[in-house]
């Protein structure tokens, strides 16, 4: 097993990107590699510009999930982009654009944010995060 952690970012909403960039931060702070694998809403959310613009919550956070999102922009809490960017920085944190999902939606890498280093196939990505010993899907 690798010193890695592989989470498949599938959701789009605030609320589980943060969710995933405060993962990718704790598990850089522990020293561990981390692998994010966007597809569908997801690698929606990581178009150029688009993070300014997610401001949706999950239905999961009920009613709960917009205060909560109010409440971290009173207190100044980076969004989910700026943490995740912020985690890039101090480790090794590997972004990847799902092959099959940029040609759906008729998107190349140079749509996608800076931080999205590479398109890859899912075969690619479950063959690196079956050596992870940690793997997510969020």
Known sequence: MENRMSLIV????????????????GAVAMGLE???????????AFRKGAA????SVSKDA???????LEQ?????????????????????VH???????LELLDMKLEDLEPIVEEVVGVASFIERASESRITLFI
């Open 52 to 55: 300014q613009a997610t401001v």
């Open 62 to 68: 009920g009613d709960l999930g917009p205060a909560l």
């Open 95 to 101: 972004v990847y654009a799902c092959a099959m999902t």
């Open 72 to 92: 971290m922009r009173k207190k100044q809490v980076p969004g989910w982009l700026e943490t995740l960017q912020q985690a890039h920085e101090l480790g090794q």
């Open 34 to 44: 981390v692998e994010l694998f966007l597809t569908t809403w997801g690698l929606q």
């Open 10 to 25: 599938f959701s789009g909403t605030a609320d589980k990107l943060m969710a995933v960039a405060t993962l990718t931060s």
